[in-house]
């Protein structure tokens, strides 16, 4: 039988090489697995000596045929860019994964058996490419790295370093806390503008409705009583017959101005002016930067306290930040960290990173524990931004609804002085 020389982990993180033999690949992957050992890498040891071979008397006895049963490679062909899943989806399938890890089941059987399971927004058949290409020895970390749509820089960091550890399942388990702690504070910023949509887009029914359906009712009995009416009311009445005749013109307009945003927002130029117009905006300005100062904390915390190097983390962090001026900081610290300074330093001398912030990691790095320090900035900005979103939103509901009062009562104010004026005229007759 063919020979091949691997290296595995043990559940304690020690590491394991050896000579196995077995009738192909899978057969050797599966005898590894079955010793309870996670393996990293696995090659045919043709030119190994047979002395070499002789140090782990292992034979295996699998059958063939059941041996080049190997799923079959993805079953979906990619058309066009494929929907990212969504933070709670990628969460729940982590967890999943996790889970089954924990319950004693080999990587491939784990991953034949999330083939099989449901998982929202992620296809069955990428667990099935990710087993094969594990059956075929490859890592998970660069079987994931092959499926950039699904797995990102910071999942697939985060997966090589439990595969260095030999902690795989309890990386797993952070990644999942770490996405549902992402996607819960993405849920409260978003259930924090849902009210303010809605009355906001009732408002522009409700004025819509009545200069499409109530006021050219209104303004055919002010035309049959022949009555001059109050500047607002003819005003009223000239915006209703514009809108009726070039109804066209609001569509358009809303694609264009689409279109601008995009390329204004697609040139760099333009990208930096709207980043930094959002972190300087009056009161949600101040929701965007604690989302952001918390998201980067965070994740440089999570992939420093799994293993991964200061460099790669912040090199990760620069690209999950959705802000180019605070990547743009991210990147000066990444660099100066290479010449040997602290992370804190550099993070100062931006200007960008609010002081509070600077003084945690400091206190991080003269105590050795940057993660930890990184994880308390990280909730003392959560719990802030709580805070803000629920300010914020004690303010926009009274504005918005001042502002519909506004509307509808300047539309009423309209035509009742032209009703009081034709009421008025008939009097003086």
Do not use: C
Request: proline content about 5%; glycine content about 6%.
């Amino acid at each position: 039988m063919p020979q091949f020389s691997f290296k595995a982990r043990k559940r304690s993180g020690e590491l394991v090489q050896g000579v196995l033999e077995g009738a192909d690949r899978s057969a050797v992957l599966s005898e590894i697995e079955r010793q309870g050992m996670l393996p990293i890498s696995l090659e045919a040891a043709r030119s190994r000596s047979a002395k070499a071979a002789s140090k782990t008397p292992s034979k295996l006895s699998r059958n063939a045929n059941n041996s080049n049963t190997a799923s079959p490679p993805l079953l979906r062909e990619w058309f066009g860019k494929q929907r990212k899943p969504k933070l709670q989806e990628l969460a729940t399938y982590t967890q999943q994964l996790a889970n089954l890890l924990r319950s004693g089941m080999p990587l491939t059987v784990a991953l034949n058996s999330m083939s099989h399971l449901e998982a929202k927004g992620i296809p069955q058949d990428v667990s099935t490419q990710l087993r094969q290409d594990v059956m075929e020895g490859k890592a998970l970390s660069d079987a994931m790295s092959k499926q950039p749509h699904i797995f990102t820089d910071l999942y697939i960091n985060m997966i090589r370093a439990g595969e260095q550890s030999g902690a795989l399942e309890e990386v797993l388990h952070r990644l999942a806390a770490h996405f549902e702690r992402f996607a819960e504070v993405r849920q409260k910023f978003v259930s924090a503008m849902i009210y303010p949509i809605i009355v906001g887009t009732v408002g522009v029914g409700i004025i819509g409705l009545f200069m499409t359906v109530i006021l050219p009712k209104f303004t055919q009995i002010f035309t049959d009583m022949k009555v001059p009416l109050p500047a607002s009311t003819q005003a009223l009445i000239s915006i209703s017959r514009v809108s009726a005749t070039y109804w066209w013109l609001a569509p358009l307009v809303g694609v264009v101005g689409s279109i601008l945003y995009q390329r204004f927002r697609s040139n760099p130029a333009g990208r930096r002016t709207l980043d930094r117009w959002k972190l300087t905006m009056p009161i949600i300005g101040k929701v965007f930067k604690l989302n952001l100062f918390s998201q980067f904390a965070r994740t440089l915390a999570t992939l420093l306290k799994n293993g991964v190097p200061v460099l790669t983390a912040l090199k990760i962090s620069e690209k999950v930040i959705p802000n180019v001026i605070l990547a743009e900081a991210i990147a000066k610290t990444r660099e100066d960290v290479t010449d040997g300074k602290t992370i804190s330093q550099p993070l100062a001398r931006s200007q960008v990173f609010p002081q509070l912030m600077i003084d945690l990691i400091k206190i991080g790095e003269e105590t050795g524990d940057v993660p930890g320090s990184l994880q308390s900035v990280a909730e003392t900005y959560e719990d802030q931004l709580t805070i803000a979103l629920r300010v914020m939103t004690n303010l926009v509901e009274p504005a918005m609804i001042i502002l519909m009062a506004i509307g509808v009562g300047g539309l009423l104010f309209s035509i009742l002085s032209a009703m009081f004026q034709i009421t008025s005229s008939i009097g003086n007759r």
